[in-house]
């Protein structure tokens, strides 16, 4: 079966500073995406980033970085010079690339920044 | 560039009654996926809509159905409510044609604001 595990129920840091989410997933495919979303309390689930899993390099956006070990199958995510505004669910999950359409999730994390 | 957008915000139903939630996909996308997220969970997958018909099903009974129409929007159904169908319904659209190479899809779910579903 396939599963996402994200270990921290909750993680809180104060404003400017850089936190990492852990999450580690069980898969036997090896054609995947990888992805982070964030829940707001508006509800709204935002992509934050996504990674191929054919792709060696671990990808950025801004403030936003993975470390990606395939073989380890750890997807953990950075957040750099963190914001008041990065305050969410933080939500891992996989999607196969060539059939099983559904994206398969973890139970999130709660991150709080404290000014 | 309008986004996914989902309507209801929120609705009460009672036990047993029908609910319609309905999505329009982001423009240029083709694939509608509905997610079940209870309160504190992660979400949890129902179904797929490609070209008008449903393409993979998650663990959800009959009750749970859905319909995508020629521009693409969607709607899900779920009959004979019970408490347990209490939870934000999420919509998400992508673009994802079987037989395009991997490099040219995107496969990337971009979600709607979803429809917050009371059952009393």
């Known amino acids: 079966a396939q599963t996402v595990t994200q270990s921290q129920p909750e993680m809180s840091v104060q404003e400017a500073e850089t936190v990492t989410l852990s999450c580690t997933y069980d898969t036997s495919e090896n054609n995947y995406y990888l992805f982070w979303y964030k829940q707001p309390p508006s509800r709204q689930m935002i992509l934050v980033i996504r990674?191929?899993?054919?792709k060696q390099q671990n990808a950025t956006e801004n403030r936003f970085s993975v470390n990606f070990q395939k073989a380890a199958k750890s997807f953990s995510l950075k957040i750099s010079d963190s914001q008041l505004g990065d305050t969410a669910m933080y939500f891992c999950?996989?999607?196969?690339?060539?059939?099983?359409?559904?994206?398969?999730w973890g139970a999130g994390t709660k991150l709080i920044i404290k000014p | 560039d309008a986004g996914v957008t989902q309507s209801p915000t929120h609705l009460i139903k009672t036990r047993g009654q029908q609910v319609t939630l309905r999505c329009s996909p982001k423009?240029?996308?083709?694939?509608v996926s509905w997610y079940q997220q209870a309160l504190g969970q992660g979400p949890q997958f129902i179904f797929q809509y490609y070209e008008e018909e449903e393409r993979q099903r998650g663990n959800f009974p009959d009750r749970f159905s859905g319909h995508q129409f020629p521009n693409y929007s969607s709607e899900l159904n779920v009959n004979a409510l019970l408490l347990g169908d209490s939870a934000l319904y999420l919509c998400?659209?992508?673009?994802?044609?079987?037989?395009?190479?991997?490099?040219?899809?995107?496969?990337?779910?971009?979600f709607g604001p979803g429809t917050r579903l009371t059952v009393l």
């Open positions: 998400a659209s992508s673009s994802v044609s079987p037989g395009r190479a991997s490099a040219t899809r995107t496969d990337t779910q971009y």
């Open positions: 990674q191929e899993a054919y």
């Open positions: 999950a996989f999607l196969f690339i060539d059939s099983n359409y559904q994206l398969i």
């Open positions: 423009s240029g996308h083709d694939t």
